[in-house]
């Protein structure tokens, strides 16, 4: 059996420190010693995210708090008219993939009136069209975003769009479950109001934590609005936090394996972390390019690839093969690209040897699948981004 490989836009492989971290006894998480590792890991988290702002906890999917940000910042629709106390519970929503569609699928859920920026997959939004919405539409109470979009593999310009958001009464919400700590984020000082993060992605632990970074402009709007919401009541993280806990049981293990996980992160410095992704993304383009492949996005993401597969190429039969002969896991395609791609991580614990050696297996999988193949190109092509990076 092949050694396994993820190369999956998360889950990602895990650090041995953080493994061995949720091999111990489990603690009681109302003590002194419990509340000190929680107060480090909501440092931990601050910095990562590069925030002054609040930093909450959540035992849930990044979709849990994905959910928590939405029913906390918008209220639902009223059926009143204008004038009359309706009108109320707009968001605009800023949609171009599988994740970033999840933001309206939430807040119409939950009764909340939507205006839809939204672009082929692919695609990356423009700042300009986010500032004409918000001036169509005074009343949007929030704008959700997304840094990195996992299903099509496109970085956004969240510090663009910041910039148009802040000139607005708008808060500034974005889903970087999968970018952050890959992709540069400064929570701050571009005027994220509210960022959501995933564990299983860059932040190199095992599923099933998320955090959201809230800040005071957020908070207000927060403790203005009734919230239909009890595990996800933002205000009863934020009281706990203030005493160094979650409101409810956390999940124990995995905050051990956070703990660890972070003083790695925070060890490597975030400018080195971001500039790794970098130069691991663009070495993945390169040696895809030399193959004759095409990335899905047009304005890529850095920390993750979606790459069209080449014609006559069946993507299942060329993911099952790669796993079966190499142990390496990649990601497919979703909705309309399913069958039409395959994704390339290069976030976390993966290095410049991996990448390499992800590539060289391509090449000998597509080749034995019968596509033309010059066999060290794409290495060859990666090899030089990866040599001009050196040093």
């Not at 091999?23 to 010693?33: F, K, L, S, Y």
Request: hydrophobic share 45%.
């Amino acid at each position: 059996m092949p050694k396994q490989r993820l190369f999956t836009p998360g889950p990602v492989e895990v650090p041995q420190v953080a493994l061995l971290a949720m091999a111990r006894q489990v603690r009681h998480h109302r003590t002194p010693e419990f509340r000190a590792t929680m107060g480090e890991v909501f440092e931990g988290l601050k910095y990562a995210f590069q925030t002054e702002n609040d930093v909450l906890v959540l035992a849930s999917s990044g979709t849990g708090a994905m959910e928590a940000a939405v029913v906390n910042l918008v209220p639902r629709a009223s059926p009143l008219p204008k004038g009359e106390g309706g009108g109320r519970g707009k968001a605009l929503v800023l949609e171009s993939g599988k994740f970033s569609e999840r933001w309206r699928l939430i807040a119409e859920r939950f009764g909340i009136d939507v205006v839809r920026y939204e672009l082929p997959w692919g695609e990356a939004f423009e700042a300009a069209e986010v500032d004409r919405l918000l001036k169509q539409h005074p009343d949007i109470v929030a704008v959700f975003s997304t840094l990195q979009e996992t299903s099509t593999g496109v970085g956004h310009d969240i510090e663009a769009i910041g910039r148009v958001v802040r000139k607005s009464p708008a808060l500034l919400v974005v889903d970087g479950i999968s970018g952050v700590g890959a992709m540069e984020c400064r929570t701050d000082a571009w005027g994220i109001d509210v960022l959501v993060v995933g564990a299983q992605k860059a932040m190199m632990t095992p599923p099933g934590l998320a955090f959201l970074a809230v800040s005071p402009p957020a908070w207000k709007q927060i403790e203005s609005i009734e919230r239909p919401a009890f595990y996800f009541d933002l205000l009863a993280y934020r009281k706990a936090a203030q005493a160094g806990e979650t409101p409810y049981t956390p999940a124990i293990p995995l905050i051990e394996a956070i703990h660890e996980s972070l003083r790695q992160i925070r060890s490597a410095g975030m400018e080195t972390l971001w500039a790794k992704s970098r130069t691991l993304s663009q070495a993945t383009l390169a040696g895809i390019a030399a193959l004759g492949m095409k990335p899905v996005a047009k304005r890529p993401a850095e920390g993750l690839s979606a790459v069209y597969t080449p014609e006559g190429i069946d993507t299942k039969a060329f993911l099952a093969r790669l796993e079966e002969r190499f142990g390496i896991k990649l990601g497919g395609g979703q909705g309309p690209l399913k069958g039409k791609i395959f994704r390339i991580a290069q976030m976390g614990l993966i290095d410049e040897v991996d990448l390499l050696g992800c590539l060289a297996a391509i090449e000998l999988v597509l080749l034995e699948m019968g596509q033309a193949v010059v066999l060290g190109s794409a290495v060859a092509a990666a090899g030089q981004v990866l040599a001009q990076r050196i040093g």
